[in-house]
């Protein structure tokens, strides 16, 4: 690849995903998409739906260099407990945990021949609790751990894990969970730097996680939430 590191996004054609493909790609990586849509810009794009173990293995076997993996790719969805029916159950840990954890376990040889980095994009929803989504919380939480034991496990490797944990940020995914304008006002009124962040705030923080600057950085989890995770807002 012309000397360029290689980093893997998956969701990486919309969203947070997408700013942190053109962060990445601005700072001359070459990007690689995973994702089940086009992204709109002219990244190397396969089409993967990450539940999908043979998909996943069928796109990194074209990709001989893999540097740094950004898992981005999710769900959201605000139900009870007691409403949440099964197969709302298995979309969402098969997409939040196992198919983070297929990708991972898949890519990992490349990483390590690299001694590369692996991001996780959680939530602070994996710190504070969201009292109407308590499946989201539980899959996010697990993605930092799931940080903390690869950061722990390859470190002999030279291998390094992140987790940023991104607040409400403004994307069509939390756009979607909005009955209305006021709905959103009300969000950013409630997080303590009053607004809701931008895609580029999750971008910034993970272009430094995978970089020289962050050398000594490893199974960290870093809130970019505008201070959400520091208040129990969540919680009230």
Excluded at 107 to 132: D, N, Q, R, Y
Excluded at 182 to 187: I, K
Aim: proline share 5%; aromatic share 8%; net charge negative.
């Amino acid at each position: 690849m012309d000397g360029k590191k290689v980093v893997v996004v998956t969701g990486g054609s919309s969203g947070m995903g997408l700013a942190i493909s053109n962060k990445l790609h601005n700072l001359g990586m070459h990007v690689i998409v995973f994702d089940i849509q086009e992204p709109p810009v002219n990244f190397e794009f396969y089409h993967v739906d990450i539940r999908d173990d043979q998909q996943i293995k069928l796109a990194l076997s074209n990709i001989p260099q893999l540097d740094i993996l950004v898992n981005n790719a999710c769900v959201y969805f605000e139900q009870y407990l007691e409403d949440t029916t099964n197969e709302e159950i298995d979309r969402m840990v098969d997409i939040n945990i196992k198919g983070t954890y297929l990708v991972t376990r898949n890519a990992f040889a490349k990483i390590k021949a690299a001694k590369g980095s692996i991001l996780m994009i959680a939530s602070c929803l994996g710190l504070v609790p969201e009292l109407t989504s308590p499946l989201y919380c539980t899959t996010k939480a697990g993605l930092a751990m799931l940080t903390k034991c690869l950061a722990q496990q390859y470190a002999e490797y030279e291998i390094r894990g992140n987790c940023v944990l991104p607040g409400p940020i403004n994307t069509p995914l939390l756009q979607r969970s909005f009955q209305d304008e006021a709905s959103a006002v009300r969000c950013a009124e409630r997080i303590p730097l009053k607004r809701i962040g931008e895609p580029e705030d999750i971008a910034n923080m993970v272009a430094f996680l995978v970089s020289e600057d962050a050398g000594y950085i490893t199974g960290g989890a870093f809130p970019v939430d505008g201070g959400v995770s520091s208040s129990s807002m969540y919680s009230k």
